[in-house]
């Protein structure tokens, strides 16, 4: 398979279906999830035919919903724990750091 090939089918994946899920409807709210997808390939060939070779890679990641009730529309963020847990982390560490010298300036 050529790259230009490839690719062509690579995008007939990609599109608004991958960045907003299906609608979900509860008790007068409707729900529409939404992610961020984004992708990279690359390829390369040498001088003989036999040396063809490319590849493609796609990363999503949910952030968060859009609501909507009684006609308003209000954007939801996904909160991410994982990203929470290592800015406490990091905040443990820095306090941690600076609370011996301020306490030496006294």
């Known amino acids: ?8 089918r690579v995008g ?31 390829g390369g060939s040498g001088p003989d035919e036999a040396e063809v070779g490319g590849g493609f890679g796609v990363r999503s990641r949910g952030i968060g919903v859009y609501t909507i009730q009684d006609g308003r529309v ?10 929470l847990g290592t800015l406490a982390v990091v905040m ?3 306090l941690r750091g600076l609370l011996p010298r301020c306490r030496r300036r006294r």
Not at 74 to 83: I, M, Q, Y
């Open 74 to 83: 209000r954007f939801v963020p996904a909160v991410d724990l994982v990203a």
């Open 1 to 8: 398979m050529k790259l230009q090939e490839l690719l062509a």
């Open 12 to 42: 007939d994946h990609i599109g608004v279906s991958q960045v907003f899920g299906e609608p979900v409807e509860r008790e007068g709210v409707t729900v529409v999830p939404v992610a961020v997808v984004a992708g990279g390939g690359g």
């Open 92 to 94: 443990g560490c820095v």
